[in-house]
């Protein structure tokens, strides 16, 4: 790779101003929404047409690398070796279409299995968290100071809405045990709100795209981040995903023990 993660970081950060602008201008006139799985499983024009621009973006700037993309313009990919791009234009979309607020877009990449940056834009309130392991997290152009190592009773806890309603990942006892839980329909929020310490951790079942992002930046920051049976994450299968300050890890990790009788 011949740009350095800051060079790299600099130029991500111009195409999400150009694609902030796009979705934006898309969102004055009306989208052209369908169903994919079910009526709350969306796609719009504008996830369509954000995830080409990024797609042209990289291919230009790192023609080798390989990307995961959620709405089919990328590579089928098979490993984390070399250089791997995820996107997901717009994460949140039933928050796009239906609240017009509470999405972002979100990007990451990896070198042979490892995070080298990560971008996640709260497009509405124009916030974007990025940086990567060699740079340290950034929102906007301030630093992220280092969270608190809180446990499950002192902090709130975010979890997928559709995962605690089907009583997945013992997502109901886990919510019981914290402070409070919050539901943002959209992963990159949430995990906005657990990198700016608002919250102590994120729960849920996802894609490479949705959770990719994130995990790098916390990662990066010093959080814990696994597989809900505590092994570490496969990038390229979905993953039930635990991002959490260390102690709340833990309590997470002994009430699923616990429930399943390990
Ligand atoms: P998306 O909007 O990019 O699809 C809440 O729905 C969160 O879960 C969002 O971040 C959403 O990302 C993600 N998600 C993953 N799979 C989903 C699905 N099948 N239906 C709805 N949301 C999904
Ligand atoms: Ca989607
Ligand atoms: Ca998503
Ligand atoms: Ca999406």
Redesign the pocket.
Known sequence: MSLTPKQLDACVLVWLDEAREQILNAMQIPLQVSEKTNARDLVTNV?RSIEQFYVQKIQHLMPNAHIIS?EGYGDHVESMDGDVWFI????G?LNFVEQRAEFATMLALYHDGEPVCAWIMDVIQNEVIHGGPTLGVFENEQRLSKFENRGLAAGLIVVSGARLLSNQMCLPEIAQTALGFRVYGSAGISYMHVLQGRAIGYISKMKP?DYAPGVALAKTLGLSTSNIDGNALNMLISNSVVVSTPSAHEEIMRIEKQTNGV
């Open positions: 996830d959620e997901d234009p717009i994460d979309t795209w």
